[in-house]
């Protein structure tokens, strides 16, 4: 997620005022507030039971029992089955992956093809959508919801003609975006309302300390930040340099000339330069890393120190001239970060969308967006027989390849079953490091650049509670915690759209969001590529017991002062455990700047045949948006 900044960008910044660079897009709504209704909720019957539901599971979700096994054993071990059973269906295309690039190379194909192009979407989980899954509860006739994954959708104007025409397909477009806009709550900090109260949340000998207002505009030198600093448990010396450094006070790279200081900025980690020019102690790091490990699924340890601050990282008005000669720089890439829309469940309703869109049977009275939150999906419909297009669910591909009869045959894994179809066409929306393992026949650059990045690992977990009494009198609505397993605790996003009624007030139940990464530990004499593969070692090692215990001592450290008790108040919990996270963005400590066409991601989704490649990875960045634009060229390619 980070963007080459050019020494044409550090020499021709433009000076901003105090705490642009992520203040600036904390100014009111240009429209007034929707009402928005607080009568009598819509009474919810939770899903039958013996109905198949994944959104109602609970434990570990994400990279669940069952959808990662067969896999790890073609990519560690080499084994796969010996025979297949050849099914009597041929499509016209085969989609490996029912992410968004899955999903939306199926509409792109479909559209352009005509409605009677066979379809068939493979993949290895319990449920569609990738990293946007859907958590949903119930308790007392109301439906909860909150984020499984995915959850942003940034400002439409940042799309390709390609997706948006896609996002206007299924009803997404600037209106409605406007309206999401003012159907969510101003205290939504989590949903981007940046003027919402926002916390941190420090371990104390009694409970958490925990430091309301406004914590973000405190960071970057706003209003009370010195009473906001002087409120944490940290030693005196350490006070006094955060509040130099929030305010820039002070230029903490005085000492070097202006081409040493580009030279310094673009060589050395953000928290090098923390440690080193700031004398921040490296206990004092973890509150100045929790925004960019939210926002990078990395630390400052791996970014530069001018990556770090525009990702961020805070101090820029702590460099002097070079901080205000890169600000406008960062106010632009955080803008756009930080410029989003949600639903109640993340993008998991962008992906109920895609499927009605493709499957108008699982969802038969939908109207689009503005009640697919509420719709219920039967999972019963995906696979039917009669559908032009077919998604089927927990089956794992092992094999993709041309049989030279014009046709590809691709085989996988469902439930211990050895099954191969044919298609005219395969478009492999799976992660790319997978991509070498379902096709050896591919060249070996090929397979080189496919395996050069790998995902950001990080947990999303969910926890339930009989009501919100203890959690409301914290005040904001969401938490940093930097030196907790959970470095986000927030409430799930409470915005009325879709037809969905939030909680509306601390009597309701509701749902807690909390967020991990393992990307904390201390300067590693490894590549950051290295870090990430230990990171994800240690999110398939940790169990759901520890989660849950994690999660439990947490709450109740938080919220025991307010009368909570984990034992009582904590209905259920669903971990999201995404080992194989967001994509590999380059970073500027690692990678070296590649020509044109050359890059490790370029060169790996190369066509290949009747193969294409679309996820992601294939464009070295987590958005949504590029997404839908690898699709729309995994389909042209296949298409011409």
Not at 188 to 210: E, W
Request: proline letters at 6%; hydrophobic letters at 40%; one cysteine or more.
């Amino acid at each position: 997620m980070t963007r080459q900044i050019t020494r044409r960008d550090f020499i021709n910044g433009i000076a901003i005022g105090a705490g642009g660079v992520v203040l600036q897009g904390c100014g009111s709504d240009s429209e007034p507030a929707a009402k928005i209704s607080i009568g009598a909720p819509t009474v919810f019957n939770p899903p039958d039971s013996s109905a198949y539901y994944p959104p109602t599971l609970t434990g570990m979700r994400g990279s669940h029992e069952g959808s990662f096994e067969v896999a790890h054993d073609l990519a560690w071990r080499g084994h796969k089955p010996d025979q297949y059973q050849t099914l009597n269906e041929h499509y016209d295309l085969v989609v490996v992956g029912a992410g968004m690039s899955g999903l939306a190379a199926a509409l792109f194909y479909r559209k352009k093809m005509g409605p009677d192009a066979r379809i068939l979407l493979l993949d290895n989980h319990d449920d569609f959508g990738g990293h946007a899954k859907r958590n949903e509860f119930h308790q007392d006739g109301r439906m909860m919801l909150s984020l499984g994954g995915a959850q942003n959708i940034e400002a439409l104007s940042g799309y390709s003609e390609a997706a948006r025409g896609l996002m206007t397909d299924i009803g997404v477009d600037d209106d409605f975006m406007k309206l999401m806009g003012r159907r969510t709550p101003k205290d939504q900090f989590l949903a981007g309302k940046l003027d919402a109260d926002n916390g941190v949340a420090v371990p104390g000998p009694d409970g958490h300390i925990t430091v309301g207002g406004n914590w973000l505009a405190a960071m970057f030198g706003g209003k009370d930040h010195e009473k906001s600093v002087r409120a944490l448990p940290l030693p005196a010396d350490q006070q006094d340099k955060l509040i130099d450094f929030f305010a820039g006070n002070r230029d903490f790279l005085d000492d070097l000339s202006l081409s040493e200081k580009w030279d310094y900025v673009n060589s050395t980690s953000y928290n090098r330069y923390l440690v080193d020019k700031v004398g921040l102690a490296e206990d004092t790091l973890p509150i100045l890393n929790v925004l960019i490990i939210h926002l990078t699924g990395v630390s400052g340890w791996n970014l530069t120190v001018l990556e770090g601050m525009t990702m961020g990282g805070t101090g820029i008005k702590s460099m002097g001239w070079v901080g205000k000669a890169t600000a406008n720089v960062a106010e632009t890439l955080l803008d756009s970060l930080l410029d989003v829309q949600m639903f109640p469940d993340g993008n998991a309703s962008i992906a109920r969308l895609l499927v009605q869109k493709l499957i108008p049977a699982v969802a038969p009275d939908m109207q689009g967006p503005q009640d697919v939150v509420i719709s219920r999906f039967d999972y019963s419909a995906l696979d039917r027989e009669n559908n032009a297009t077919r998604l089927r669910l927990n089956s794992t591909v092992v094999g993709v390849r041309d049989n030279g009869n014009d046709q590809v045959e691709v085989d996988y894994v469902q439930q211990g079953d050895a099954l191969r179809v044919t298609a005219d066409h395969c478009v492999l929306a799976c992660y790319n490091a997978l991509i070498p393992h379902l096709c050896p026949e591919m060249p070996e650059a090929q397979k080189e650049g496919l395996s050069y990045g790998v995902k950001t690992p990080f947990v999303y977990a969910n926890v339930q509670l009989d009501n919100g009494q203890a959690f409301s009198k914290l005040g904001p609505t969401l938490f940093q915690c930097p030196y907790d397993p959970f470095q986000w605790v927030s409430t799930s996003p409470a915005i009325h759209v879709g037809g969905y009624e939030p909680p509306r007030g601390p009597d309701d139940p509701m749902v807690m969001f909390m967020m991990h990464s393992p990307m904390t530990e201390p300067e590693q004499p490894m590549s950051c590529r290295d870090q990430l593969r230990m990171g994800r070692h240690k999110i398939y090692n940790t169990s759901f017991a520890d989660y849950e215990q994690q999660i439990r001592e947490q709450l109740q450290s938080m919220l025991g002062k307010h009368g909570f008790n984990h034992e009582t108040d904590i209905r259920a919990i669903t971990v999201n455990r995404i080992p194989h996270g967001y994509a590999y963005a380059y970073l500027g400590l690692y990678d070296p700047e590649w020509e044109e066409g050359q890059a490790p991601h370029e060169v790996g989704r190369a066509q290949f045949g009747r193969i294409s490649i679309a996820n992601t990875d294939s464009e070295a960045t987590a958005l949504m948006n590029l997404a839908f634009d690898a699709a729309w060229r995994a389909v042209e390619e296949q298409t011409v």
